[in-house]
């Protein structure tokens, strides 16, 4: 399947955005946001319960209301000691509005008291390009790590300050963009996606 000449991005995260275009910045398309596109764009309820259900939801959505091939992840980070939580809840971990501050504290106070080598956990992503004619593609990424009792770096968002990826000693929220965008779940799940397609 060929790049469209065209791709919306079905977020309206700043971060997520700003991610993704830096992610796929080698991807011959023109990329249409809510920052550059008057739209309309659609408000998808996250009412799945995989990653992948929900990834669908928001691309299927931007591509039937715009008319234009859309892109859309669902991503979440998944706490062993948890039993696997949040997961695809992963943004909803301390309530439905919730911030990524209050969802980061919610995640330190339920792992108080577990030591470190139980404090394993990976970020999952699934990115989804759904066309307006039914076509979709899809792809997964991961990034094993650990997390630390206290939040490190001032860089990402989520739960970025207190994940340490495998292999290094600082917190995704330490790293550069240049860093976090080879190692990251978001950036393994983009560039298999990317693999997929072929320059027309």
């Not at 079905?10 to 997520?16: G, I, L, P």
């Not at 596109?37 to 299927?60: C, F, I, M, Q």
């Not at 998944?78 to 997961?87: M, S, W, Y």
């Not at 301390?94 to 911030?99: I, L, S």
Request: charged residues 30%.
């Amino acid at each position: 399947m060929a790049f469209p000449a065209r791709i919306a991005i079905a977020s309206r995260n700043a971060h997520k955005l700003r991610e993704i275009r830096r992610i796929c910045a080698d991807w011959p398309v023109e990329w249409l946001t809510v920052e550059n596109h008057p739209g309309p764009w659609p408000d998808v309820e996250e009412t799945g319960s995989t990653y992948l259900e929900n990834a669908r939801l928001k691309a299927r959505a931007g591509a039937a209301t715009l008319r234009e091939p859309a892109l859309a992840d669902d991503s979440g980070i998944e706490v062993d000691a948890l039993g696997g939580r949040p997961g695809h809840r992963s943004a909803r971990f301390a309530g439905e509005d919730a911030t990524d501050e209050r969802n980061l504290e919610e995640l330190i106070r339920a792992l108080k008291g577990v030591p470190g080598s139980g404090r394993t956990a990976r970020y999952r992503c699934v990115a989804v390009l759904a066309f307006p004619d039914g076509r979709e593609l899809h792809a997964e990424g991961s990034c094993e790590g650990i997390l630390e009792p206290k939040p490190r770096g001032v860089r990402g968002f989520g739960y970025d300050p207190i994940f340490v990826p495998g292999g290094w000693d600082r917190t995704m929220a330490e790293l550069t963009d240049e860093q976090k965008d080879r190692i990251s779940h978001r950036g393994r799940a983009f560039r298999a996606l990317s693999e997929q397609l072929e320059v027309g």
